[in-house]
Structure formats: C-alpha cells, structure tokens
C-alpha cells in the first residue's frame, strides 16, 4: 500500500551484536521547517527498582567481572570486581544506618572525582538516603546556601580544607549532625561503624525505593542567576542511561577484543560525570577516577589506565589538538602537522558523507595520505589520550565541525551530545553510524525536542527532572508550549501525542534550530543573546567558540548589549603561551607586558578577523583587549565545568571595557 506523501515510515536498522540499532528520528514540519522531532526508546522503561540495586544486580549476575579500578599510591590500578564493590556498598550502607540516617535524608559530597565518591553515592542510595554533590571548589558561602537550602544533615568531603570550611559554618546549619573526611578513613570508620547492622536493613531500604524516588538534588552552576537544586529521580537517571548505553553501543560494550573502559576526570558533582559514572556501572565497564584537570598528572593517569573512550569538554580536545600543534612547531614541523590536520578533517568529512549515503567515503589518495600521517600525527594524538582510546562523548559546550572532523580523521569517534542538568545530562546525543559534523545530533532514544516560535530549543523525555528544590515547581514542571497554529506535515510515523500541546515541555533557554534530518544545532543563550544600540541582535557563542580555537587564547568574553559596536575580552592560554615566547624568544615578558606586545596582539587580531568571518560586520568584533589575567573558578568567573560567568566578568573588568568604548 502506499504511504501518504510526505510521510516517511520508521526505519530501524538491525546490525550485528557488536552495533547498535539505529532508529530514524519522527519529524514534525511546520511550513517547511522540522520544528519537533522524537527519537523512540531502545531500552524499556524502569517500572521498578532503583539506582542502589546496580551493584547488588552486577554482584549477580557476574561476580568476577571487573567494574571499577582503583589507584594505589605507587601510581598503578587495583581492579575491583562486581561482588567486591557491592560488598563495599553494603558494608558503607550500614555505617550511615548506624550513624542513624534515615530514608530521605540528604548527605551532601563534597570532593573531587575519586573512587570514594562513587562508592558512597551507591552506598546512600542503598541507604534510602537523597545526595547532594558540591563541588570542592565551592566557597563558604555556596556550601552554606546549598546545605541549609537542602537540609543535609551530613557531609563528606575529601581533605582537611573542606573540612574546615564546612566546620566553620556549623552554627549556621541548623540539623546538620555529620561530617567524615575520606582522606582520613571515613569508608573504613562507617563500614567498622556498620558492623552490628544487619544486612536485611539494606535490603529493606532498597526495596523501600522505586523508579519515581529522588535520588540526587544537583545544583546548578548559576550562569544566569542563583544556583537551583534539581530534583532528580531514580527513574530520571535509569531512562537516560538506558538508553545510553544502547545508543552509544560502541562506547559502552566491547566492540574488539580490548574490554571497555573509561577513565573520569570531570566533576561528579557535575550531571554529565555523575551519568557517565552510573551508566558504567550498568553496563558493567571498567570506570576508573582521576581528581586532576592539571596537564602533567591526566596525561600520566591516562597512559597507565588506557580507557578505550572518554568523557570530555571541548576545552580539552581543544587543549590537546593545540599542544600537538604547539609541539609541531618547536620542531620545525609545523607545516607538515597543518597538512595532517587538513587531511584528516577531509577524511572526516568524507567518511560522514558516506555514512549519510551522500558520497562515495574516503578516497583511495585521502586513504593513502591519512595512513601516511598516522604514525606522524595521529597516534600521538591518540597516545595523548592514553593510547587505545576509540571514543569519545563530548558535552558541556559546542565542539564545533573543525575538531570534529579532525578528529574523526584523527581515529576518534566524536559523539557530541547537549543537555542540561535538568534534563540529568543529555537530551541530544549525535548517533553513531549517522554522524553530523558541527551538530548535537538526535534527540536521546524515549525524548523529544521542539523549537518555539522564538527560537528556544524545548526538551521532554523520561529523563527530565521533576522540579526545582524548595520552589513552586517541586511538584511537577507545568510547561506547555504549543506548537503554531499552521498544519503541520507528519514524517515518520508520529504518534498523536506528538501533537498534544498539554504535554509537557522544559524551556532549555538555548537557542536552535533543526535540520532537514532532524539533527539540532546550538546558537546561543537566550539570556545572552546581545541587541546592540543600533537593535542588531547579536549571539556571543559562535564568536566566542571560535577565537577559543586558537591556541594563544584560553577564555574569552564577547560583549555589546546596548553599545554601538561588539568587542571582546580575551584572556591567554598558558601553555600556548609558554610555546609562544620560546618560538618568539620573549621569554623574559611577563604576562602584563604580553598584553601589549605589537607580534602576538597581531595574532589575536588574525584570530578575531577569522572569528568575525563567520558573521555580518554588525556582528562582528570592533575592538578587543588582552587581559594580563586569567578568568577564574575562585574570583566567581568561572563555573566548575569551566564556563564563563558573563555578570561576574564585566563586574569585574568594567574599566577595560569602558576603556575599549571610549572615542
């Protein structure tokens, strides 16, 4: 029979074990445009259970398999197998019962990423208790707001100095009981305090758990007002990693005879490591925990556990693709790297046309050239990340199509995901087998996006959250957001749901657009989105992503709103820098001197005329200052997961702009 016209039916490809099953997106269109589309579900819905069975289920079903690697003091890695860490749950588990802990309460965690943070979260699901992470950088008075605005009555953290700042402010804590420092044996002192607590107390509280229980309030990193508590349920973590680890197939089973594995640097305070760090345990891969963002440490950590796929930020695949470069050029091969960089970037291109069946791949010459550079290039990229890294998940902000093409040509698969902390980390992920260069690909597998008349990208799924701490929207989130009143044209075969306008949506405050596939591309905050005196709105992201390309630069902040004319502040990389003057042999500048040298404000002016390439002159960028400075997490500048704090930056840099507005 034939199918209506306009209407393309569901196509789900089934691959072998070792792939994963790729479903075609449903679209609605809307006078031309694709305004929604919906991704169906891979994996079932959780109807019952919850987080805190993970390790007990693993213990199960295969006790000898490792799930974790720990770090000993010499610097090497201890495996711990599924029944050794969930005796280790039970054993933590009983020790808060004993501290007498009850079902709901919240015990806050406050440290940097190691292997006692993943154990006591799973030990206080275990417990029936709600988490709350704070990152260890947080100030006195962040740990205060979140603590009393929770009601934690409990806290762990890392080392003396939280320990202190925490304790300092225990008059103002009102019901705020405990405080145990694991760098001076807290997992041990609870298990011992445990002891007498019998193990059917455990079960009894994990039975007492189901899909719709909270499980974590995460904070958010407060970019564009006060931090907000999220309330996040269990049900909210297993829907988004389920379908996760089914999706994302290559990353989270063993597609070759290396046994999957991944190392976490990034924050577990953070949703995007808490998820990665929870799918882990669900798919049973070897997830081993690093504290260190610093260069010379991860590197290190990285070639001793040799993960097979990653979680990253861009700054880091920025970061590293720089150094390489960097490198290059001390030796004098600079040019030879430049044209492995604009090989691999056609490779990449290519391979993700033949994927779309849109060309032919690689050809026999970009074959022969890519493999010529491989020894060159390309493995020591890859040797920078550990060595037999396949894969990476790239999230928290825009990688852009250059670093993407580069390095799929370079090895390394990219899949580049959006989300927000409401949405418990990604609401779009790009699908393997289909890449989209430039994209944040489909929507996850079980949700949904939609673009608002205003441009706003609006998410559902399982996955969203339930509401904000302490507000109105505790209960429920009353989000409706219909779409316009034109007849849309159905593609796929769409649910009628689809169409409900009574569902619910969450305003991400991103701004999108959706492709003819179906892929979604970021362009912006809505709060950011600058309108110059002269009324031309203007997005800072896309300028302010590509002068961070450059490796002189390492942050950057665009500014404009209510002014004749953008411009912009840029702060230096360090390392670039250090490669710079040795290069320039100015190795005896110091930084504020820097700031006004005529070769390299030459080299930040190239890279601003290129970033302005990719606008209109009323968007471009006038004018910019270097700043002798570096945008910081401790002066409030920064978030933890390293992005820019707008209000804060121009509070604090309020003269140099003025300065680059004056006649």
């Known amino acids: 029979m034939d199918r209506p016209r306009g209407e393309e039916r569901l196509v789900s490809v089934q691959r072998s074990p070792a792939q994963p099953v790729l479903v075609e997106p449903r679209k609605i269109v809307v006078d031309g ?108 008075e962040q740990t205060r707001w979140i603590i009393r605005d929770t009601g934690a009555v409990g806290c762990a953290v890392e080392g003396v100095d939280e320990a202190l700042l925490i304790d300092a402010e225990l008059d103002r804590l009102p019901g705020f009981a405990h405080l145990w420092q694991f760098d001076a044996g807290a997992i041990d002192e609870l298990a011992q305090a445990g002891r007498d607590i019998p193990d059917g107390e455990v079960e009894a509280r994990r039975a007492s758990l189901s899909p719709d229980s909270v499980a974590t309030l995460i904070y958010t990193s407060g970019t564009t007002g006060a931090p907000k508590g999220c309330v996040l349920t269990h ?32 924050p577990l305070s953070h949703v995007f490591g808490r998820m990665v760090a929870i799918a882990c345990l669900r798919a049973r891969v070897r997830l081993g ?23 990253v930020v861009p700054y880091v695949l920025e970061k590293v693709y720089n150094t390489a470069r960097a490198t290059a050029e001390r030796i004098g091969r600079a040019a030879s790297f430049d044209r492995a960089a604009r090989i691999a970037g056609r490779w990449g291109e290519a391979h993700e046309a033949e994927e779309h069946g849109t060309g032919s791949g690689p050809g026999v010459g970009l074959r022969a050239a890519r493999a010529l550079y491989d020894p060159l290039v390309y493995r020591r990229i890859r040797a920078a990340l550990g060595g037999k890294v396949k894969y990476a998940i790239s999230g928290g902000s825009p990688l852009g199509h250059r670093l993407a093409a580069f390095y799929a040509g370079a090895g390394i698969e990219i899949f580049e995901g959006y989300g927000l902390t409401e949405s418990t980390a990604a609401a779009t992920v790009t699908p393997p087998m289909k890449p989209r260069l ?176 990719s606008v209109s002159r009323a968007e471009s960028i006038r004018r910019f200052s270097i700043l002798p400075v570096d945008f910081t997490e401790e002066r409030g500048q920064l978030t933890p997961s390293m992005k820019i704090r707008r209000e804060a930056i121009t509070r604090d840099f309020a003269k140099e702009i003025e300065a680059l507005y004056a006649p």
């Not at 201890?78 to 020790?95: I, M, P």
């Not at 925990?289 to 979680?311: I, M, N, R, V, Y």
């Open 33 to 140: 445009a694709v305004r929604e589309v919906s991704v169906p579900p891979l994996a079932p819905p959780a109807v019952s259970g919850s987080l805190a069975d993970i390790p007990f289920d693993n213990a199960t079903q295969a006790p000898a398999e490792v799930v974790l690697s720990r770090k000993q003091p010499d610097g090497t890695w201890r495996d711990v197998t599924a029944a050794e860490f969930a005796a280790e749950v039970l054993a933590t588990a009983k020790g808060l019962i004993a501290h007498g802990l009850r079902p709901g309460d919240r015990l806050a965690i406050m440290a940097p990423t190691t292997y006692e943070w993943t154990l006591l979260d799973f030990a206080a699901w275990a417990a029936g208790l709600i988490t709350v992470p704070l990152y260890p950088t947080s100030s006195a």
């Open 235 to 266: 049900g909210n973590f297993l829907a988004e990693v389920d379908n996760a680890v089914e999706l994302l197939h290559p990353c989270f089973r063993s597609v070759t005879d290396e046994p999957a594995s991944t190392l976490l640097y990034l």
């Open 289 to 311: 925990h690093t504290p260190s963002l610093k260069t010379e440490p991860l590197l290190a950590d990285l070639a001793a556990f040799q993960p097979t796929f990653l979680l």
């Open 438 to 613: 430039g994209t944040v690909g489909w929507p996850l597998p079980g949700s949904a996006v939609r673009i608002a008349d205003d441009g706003e990208v609006l998410v559902r799924g399982a996955q969203l959250f339930s509401g904000y701490w302490n507000s109105k929207l505790r209960a429920a989130v009353p989000f409706t957001v219909g779409l316009p009143p034109s007849s849309p044209t159905l593609e796929g075969d769409v649910d009628a749901a689809l169409l409900d306008s009574r569902r619910q949506w969450f305003p991400t405050g991103d701004l999108g657009a959706l492709d003819a596939e179906g892929y979604l591309t970021i362009t912006g905050r809505k709060k950011e989105i600058i309108i110059t005196a002269s009324g031309k709105n203007v997005a800072p992201a896309p300028l302010e992503d590509r002068l961070r390309a450059h490796s002189l630069v390492g942050q950057c902040i665009v500014i404009g709103d209510n002014r004749p004319y953008i411009i912009a502040l840029v702060t230096l990389d360090p390392d670039g820098l250090k490669h710079w003057q040795i290069i320039h042999r100015k190795e005896q500048l110091s930084r504020e001197e820097l700031a006004f040298d005529a070769t390299l404000c030459a080299e930040i002016q190239q890279a601003v005329a290129e970033a302005n390439e």
